[in-house]
């Protein structure tokens, strides 16, 4: 069940790499929009996300059920918000802000709400 988890893990951290890396491609002056790494990426956090709480949920440890609902909120936003917009032209500079500073600030409540750095 811990190797599982691993991987999950790992997996999820990638999903936010493309996210936030198909967002970070888009810096700058320029027409954005959402390309297939910010589509696969929030696809594949939001997944790997409800299957690492049904992994953990499984395991006897103890679950931060608020912290899952604060990230299980922002990555649905998130999720939405993607998949809303992929077929479009172009998105606008204030909803590209947005989507990452959700994306960063949903990967600092994952490091930083932890009982590890207690």
Known sequence: MELLRH???IVHILGFAALIGGLLVQAGPGVKSVNGAMRDG???AF???IALVGVLEAGDGDVDHAKIAVKGLIGLVLLVLVMA???KERIPNGLWAGLLVLS???VCVAVLWSSLHV
């Open 7 to 9: 991987i999950l893990l």
């Open 42 to 44: 929030v696809g594949t």
């Open 85 to 87: 917009n992929t077929r």
């Open 47 to 49: 997944l790997t996300g």
């Open 104 to 106: 960063v600030v949903n």
